[in-house]
């Protein structure tokens, strides 16, 4: 292992950033894909697996995901909601993994709501 | 690089490994494999997370939520619910004392909630084995800062500016001890870590070596700079296998990184370091004894002066701190004085770990503000006494070399300067709890036990007065006290503290001091009237069933091992004292307190049927 110097202290401070900004706080986003037995069933699994996919090739480090229960609109799954912090959140249905991509393109990285997918602007409170 | 959507902190401090964590870690994993989860999800080993009661504990990132006792049985149903639907599994959840609701978030608990961390930052933060995850955590930052940018004279004012006092006991500014050191003119000096921790219910600094080593090696560069040290040895007992383990493996991937050895972060600095085991002995734990002990002598002391920071290891000057002073030595150099001093009060600046024990809820690892109430400590961190109906009784501070402080004084904010006042000391930071239940000159002699095993000898005060104080309160607990006796222990005390030459036997009869200061009345009913309120001294007590309160459940009847509780279903039942060990067991079976502790019978009736009159 190469000897480390001040500079190379930042760099590994940097490259573990994503880490820590899951465990410190201080995310920019978080999108919570629903998986309740009917999100699961309706393919939310598929959904997650682009999502980070998306998230990794992008490389962006203050995005999490996480999974939450039924939403209790069973017949749009699978959903997820998108939170951008300080602004309201926004719920998708119907998704597929094309959907979910231009997602996280469109909404999570630009900042503008994908209104086409969009079934409503707001969320039940999650823990 | 991979990316996780969650990160679960699993505890692996030596508390929940004993409780179980390596197969609730073996049967995560298959699960979340199974689940096609392994990917997206994390496991995490670190260090003491506090919680000990509550272990195997995890924390599960991002949402912050704390999962408690784990079985191998429960974690599909988590793995479903929380980490496949998201649903936080409420069932092993924290639930309030009432039982009445789940508390999911770590910060909502009060025992976490009430806590500052600073020496314990990374507890459950950071796998302890990684150099990364330390660094990323502004780890060896102020290590660089303090190698490259500062002069030793500037890192002693910061030291000094802070008021940091040592955490090992004796509470010494650690900038005047720095500075001492700094100043001695020698060829070779050495930077020396304590990590002999050996007081009975005490496990700060096993746990800051287990969760967070790096802190401790950074706290030791910075130190080894300011007083010119190009060596350093880090003492810790053979019987922390885990701290052992960590502290290697933090010291090896330092050595390859270029964090030890030659020209360190390219500063020009150089500095070494080695782990000493110690055998155990408590008197190790003194800095002289120490020093002798690396060596390869029989630790014990020796006279100061000449104090080690002129005349240490091998004779030349050196600095010993404890595990915990260290810790917090990068923070303060990144942080400053002032943001040091922003907790704590004016002659007890910072924070400090305590080890909570004993008769108390939430046994575990804690870290508090300096000054904060003792009341607060026990009743909000650690949730009061663990039995529902016992009462809070005194709480022994500082070990064997600390004392027992009552009820009574519970409201004192814990400060070196206010506890010393009850004849106590903050000591490294153990704290035992005691309950109602629990006989003060029993107590006072099982720490007296200890040191008088741990006296190294040297000086008769210590070594011949603990031994026969220990014999005078050998026999006060066994129906043999005299009048006269409390007098001569006080008497033999002061002389112990008098006249021996190290803190051991100077602390020595401070358990016992404290003990008669405060429970006086227990010791004179020991001695006239051969009674253990308690009912701990065997002979000192009998048992007795309150008729009025008894309601002849049986309960104590199967408990009993001699088969001394005789009655009929419903009705009162009736001990035969003679056939009675005075076990206690019927005493804390009986849920309706029916069972009455007297004072010991003069004599053993002879027939059992004569037993019908010692009723109430």
């Known amino acids: 292992m190469a000897k480390l110097t001040i500079a190379d202290l930042k760099k590994i401070k940097e490259k573990q950033h994503a880490t820590f900004t899951l465990r410190e706080g201080g995310y920019r986003a978080k999108v919570t894909v629903h998986m309740g037995t009917c999100g699961i069933a309706a393919g939310a699994r598929n959904i997650m697996t682009t999502l980070m996919d998306e998230i990794s090739r992008a490389n962006v480090e203050d995005v999490i995901t996480t999974t939450s229960g039924c939403a209790g609109f069973c017949a749009r799954e699978p959903m997820a909601t998108v939170e951008i912090v300080n602004k309201a959140p926004v719920k998708y249905g119907n998704l597929t993994s094309d959907k979910i991509s231009e997602i996280f393109r469109e909404h999570v990285m630009g900042g503008n709501p994908v209104e086409k997918y969009a079934l409503v602007v707001g969320s039940e409170t999650t823990y | ?616």
């Open chain 2, 1 to 616: 690089m991979e990316k996780y959507r969650a990160n679960l902190l699993l505890c692996a401090g030596t508390g929940c490994v004993a409780t179980g964590t390596p197969k609730v870690r073996d049967a995560l994993k298959a699960e979340l494999e199974k689940q096609g989860l392994a990917d997206e999800i994390k496991i995490v080993l670190t260090g003491c997370n506090g919680f000990c009661a509550e272990g195997p504990v995890m924390l599960v990132y991002p949402e912050e939520i704390f999962y408690q006792k784990l079985t191998v049985n429960e974690i599909p149903k988590l793995v479903e619910e929380h980490f496949l639907k998201g649903r936080p599994y409420e069932k092993l959840m924290f639930k309030d004392i009432e039982k009445k609701h789940a508390i999911p978030l770590m910060n909502d608990i009060p025992f976490f909630k009430l806590q500052v961390l600073r020496v314990l930052r990374n507890k459950g933060m950071i796998d302890p084995e990684s150099l990364d995850e330390y660094i990323a955590r502004d780890g060896y930052t102020a290590a660089a800062t303090a190698l490259n940018e500062m002069t030793p004279e500037e890192i002693i004012k910061v030291m000094k500016d802070s008021g940091l006092r040592g955490r090992g006991g004796a509470g010494f500014p650690t900038g005047l001890k720095w500075e001492f050191a700094s100043k001695s003119q020698a060829d070779q000096k050495y930077m020396l870590c304590n990590g002999d921790e050996g007081d009975p219910g005490a496990f700060m600094d096993r746990s800051v070596m287990e969760a967070d080593p790096h802190s401790v090696i950074e706290g030791m560069i910075i130190g080894a700079k300011t007083i010119g040290a190009s060596k350093g040895v880090i003492y810790v007992r053979a019987e922390y296998p885990l701290a052992v383990e960590r502290l290697q493996k933090a010291i090896s991937v330092c050595l390859d990184s270029g964090l030890l050895g030659e020209n360190i972060l390219d500063s020009g600095f150089n500095f070494n370091l080695e782990i000493y085991l110690g055998a155990g002995a408590f008197v190790c734990g003194e800095e002289t004894a120490l020093m002798r002990s690396i060596e390869g002598q029989r630790g014990m002391p020796r006279p100061r002066p000449p104090f080690p920071a002129h005349k240490g290891l091998w004779d030349k000057p050196s600095v010993l701190n404890n595990v915990e002073t260290l810790a917090q030595i990068a923070p303060i150099i990144l942080n400053g004085a002032d943001w040091y001093r922003s907790l704590g009060t004016e002659k007890s600046p910072g924070s400090k770990v305590f080890a909570l024990t004993g008769d108390i809820r939430n046994v575990g690892l804690v870290e508090v503000p300096m000054g904060i109430p003792l009341k607060t400590i026990i009743y909000d961190i650690g949730g009061g006494v663990n039995k529902k109906k016992k009462k809070f009784k005194a709480v022994q501070l500082g070990g064997p070399s600390g004392g027992c402080i009552p009820q009574e004084l519970i409201d004192i904010p814990v400060t070196y300067e206010d506890i010393v006042k009850t004849g106590a000391i903050v000591g490294s930071g153990g704290m035992v709890v005691m309950d109602e239940d629990t006989c003060m000159v029993s107590t006072a002699k099982f720490f007296l036990e200890f040191t008088a095993d741990e006296s190294c000898g040297k000086c008769t005060p210590c070594r011949v007065g603990t031994r026969v104080m220990l014999d005078m309160l050998t026999d006060i607990t066994e129906g043999r006290g005299k009048e006269g006796d409390i007098e001569t222990l006080q008497d033999l005390s002061k002389d112990i503290i008098a006249t021996s030459l190290c803190g051991l036997g100077q602390t020595a009869p401070n358990p016992v001091l404290t003990t008669i200061k405060y429970f006086g009345h227990e010791y004179e009913a020991h001695i006239k009237e051969h009674w253990c309120h308690a009912g701990i001294c065997s002979d000192l007590c009998s048992f007795h069933i309150v008729d009025d309160l008894c309601k002849g459940c049986g309960a104590c009847m199967r408990g009993c091992p001699s088969n001394a509780i005789v009655g009929e279903k419903k009705k009162p039942h009736r001990i035969i004292q003679e056939l009675c060990l005075q076990c206690r067991s019927c005493y804390d079976i009986c849920k309706f307190g029916s069972i009455e502790i007297r004072p010991a019978l003069e004599t053993k009736p002879e027939p059992a049927v004569k037993d019908e009159e010692v009723t109430t």
